[in-house]
């Protein structure tokens, strides 16, 4: 690690005392009715977001109560499997066998047809320093869906028409 | 409009550095009044009510204030604790403003206190304690904890903010040499105050751009230290103030503005907002604190910024979110020198919170360094006459905004 240097000014040591604050032993309450079309869905492999009747919003995943309006959606809407990444980043990891520093992406994407964003993964074999705001992608299901988020194993890259369309002035 | 006009006549800070071990949370705090009422040649005796703040869990120590009240000077008088993350700071400072303006009766000069002694906690646990709700409903829909973890732990505080650094670069068209040179900007600055935390007189971009990612695409080089530290600002009515000292720092205009929680959302639901530096939040408290203190162009009228700038990536994005410089260019800003001590906007003289951030004294830190710029009793001060300042604070679920507009003249009646 690089040590970078800085006018430091030490202080004198008074006694410590040591403590412990374990925070596993929380419960915490989350109502989970309104996602259970949601994981059905995710069963079939088919991807579904809820759509508030008052601003047409579309959330993926579910929202339980529309931000702006303080209403209850409760209108389902069926999305495409594509997507495009909203934003990313990296994030590291050291390997427990080989102590080597891996690095892999994080992505929030916004699906096809929703208009919130998802954090999720991407591809491991694909390299964060490839990744672009933009970017599409299409999820990548798990061969057995269960009905939970897991179904979703990753978001895989996708070919991107954009790069081929050419721009009037150039 | 307000009953009372209140105004800064004062602020105290204590030395921060990333071990305070000499001194515990009460005694920290208590420096920093010591400084505060010195500075303005006041007694205790003359303070009629305390507000404080600090972050939640991250000293492990819940409600200091219970334990507190004698060092920060409250016994026999009123005291309000607030806070809310990152913005606390921020939050104390429209809390002690609104003590004032109330205008209640035996109520006219309140001390406003923030500290936070990172050293004494842990802030990873601190701020896992504030995720982990989110994690655990995640875990519950059925997303095994491991990827759980790995994606909401992408960084921590320092992931969003790379989030916006990546989506602010592809915006604007920022390298990251820039974001190099609003750090060592800030770090130099800092190296001219007697209280900040990284004093780094000959820091270098070079130096900057040798230091490994620790976050794509913010380097060592450029993050936020944690720091031991406290503030305290002093807030007064308008007729003890001009007893008081010369050039009394007004406030003509606050707000706190809370937006949709950030990128996450709330039980894994995501945010409506796709860009993360849109940060609609900024530009609504904006709107809010300049139209009280009557500023109709911020980017004429505002002669000295303090921005909430963990990360070089967020001090461009506030400048323009709060309509000091046009979308997309506050990187050149800082290329010309505009920003610089000298220059005709300056920006965060202090260090900024780059170079150090007691988290909850943090907020306040801003205000305070925003008020002695105009009273002309800053360790960094700036060679041009500030007539406006403001001291901004950003913090919760990147969701918090809070704005304090302060003038050398009263707000127009």
């Known amino acids: 690690m690089v040590k970078l240097e800085y006018l430091k000014k030490e202080y004198e040591k008074t006694r410590q005392m040591p ?152 | 409009m307000s009953k009372q006009q209140a105004a800064i006549v004062s602020a105290g800070f204590c030395e921060h550095a990333s071990k305070r071990s000499d001194v515990n949370m009460a005694e920290m705090a208590n420096e920093a009044i010591q400084d505060c009422l010195n500075n303005a040649n006041i007694e205790m005796d003359a303070v009629d009510a305390i507000v404080m703040g600090n972050m939640p869990a991250f000293e492990g120590a819940n409600l200091p204030e219970l334990w507190m009240t004698d060092w920060v000077g409250a016994r026999d008088k009123p005291l309000i604790r607030v806070t809310t993350g990152g913005t606390t700071g921020g939050s104390v400072a429209i809390a002690g403003y609104y003590h004032v303006a109330a205008g209640l009766p035996g109520i006219e000069t309140v001390l406003a206190v923030a500290f936070e002694q990172q050293s004494c906690g842990n802030t990873s646990v601190g701020l896992s304690s504030v995720a982990l709700g989110e994690i655990s409903i995640v875990n519950a829909l059925g997303l095994p904890a491991e990827s759980a973890m790995r994606i909401f732990g992408a960084g921590a505080a320092i992931g969003i903010a790379s989030y916006q650094a990546i989506n602010y670069m592809k915006r604007s068209g920022c390298t990251e040499e820039d974001l190099a040179r609003v750090v060592v900007q800030n770090r130099r600055n800092a190296a001219k105050n007697w209280w900040t935390h990284l004093k780094m007189p000959d820091y270098t971009i070079e130096q900057v751009m040798a230091t490994p990612y620790v976050s794509y695409p913010l380097r060592f080089g450029m993050v936020t230290p944690a720091s031991d530290g406290a503030c305290a600002v002093l807030f007064t009515r308008e007729e003890i103030a001009k007893d008081t000292v010369d050039i009394p720092a007004y406030v003509n205009g606050v707000s706190s503005v809370a937006n949709e929680t950030g990128i996450v959302g709330y039980a894994a639901a995501g945010a409506g907002q796709l860009d993360p530096c849109e940060q609609l939040g900024a530009v609504e408290s904006a709107k809010l604190a300049y139209s009280q203190a009557g500023i109709s162009f911020p980017e004429k009228e505002i002669d000295y910024a303090e921005v909430y700038s963990p990360f070089p990536n967020q001090e461009l994005m506030w400048l323009e979110r709060l309509g000091l410089f046009k979308e997309n260019t506050a990187h050149l800003r800082y290329r010309d020198g505009t920003t610089a001590p000298n220059g005709e906007l300056p920006v965060n003289c202090s260090g900024g919170v780059n170079s150090t951030n007691a988290i909850g004294a943090s907020g306040l830190e801003r205000v305070a360094e925003a008020a002695l710029q105009i009273m002309g009793k800053a360790e960094n001060q700036v060679p041009k006459t500030v007539h406006t300042s403001i001291g901004h604070g950003w913090g919760g679920c990147i969701n918090f905004v809070t704005l304090t507009v302060l003038s050398d003249q009263p707000r127009r009646k």
Request: aromatic share 12%.
């Open chain 1, 19 to 170: 403590g412990k604050w374990p925070l596993s032993s929380y419960r915490y309450k989350f109502n989970i009715t309104h996602f259970q079309p949601f994981l059905k869905a995710l069963k079939e492999k088919r991807l579904i977001g809820l759509k508030c009747r008052s601003c047409n919003t579309v959330s993926f995943p579910p929202k339980l109560v529309c931000g702006k309006c303080l209403v209850q959606p409760d209108q389902w809407v069926a999305l495409r499997d594509t997507g495009m990444v909203a934003t990313f980043t990296a994030n590291y990891m050291k390997d427990e066998t080989t102590g080597e520093l891996q690095s892999f992406p994080v992505i929030a994407i916004q699906q096809d047809g929703a208009d919130t964003t998802f954090l999720t993964q991407l591809n491991p074999a694909v390299k964060f320093e490839d990744v672009y705001v933009g970017m599409p992608v299409k999820v990548k299901w798990k061969n057995q869906p269960e009905g939970n988020l897991g179904d979703i194993e990753y978001y895989d890259v996708i070919d991107d028409a954009t790069k081929k369309m050419k721009l009037q002035n150039e």
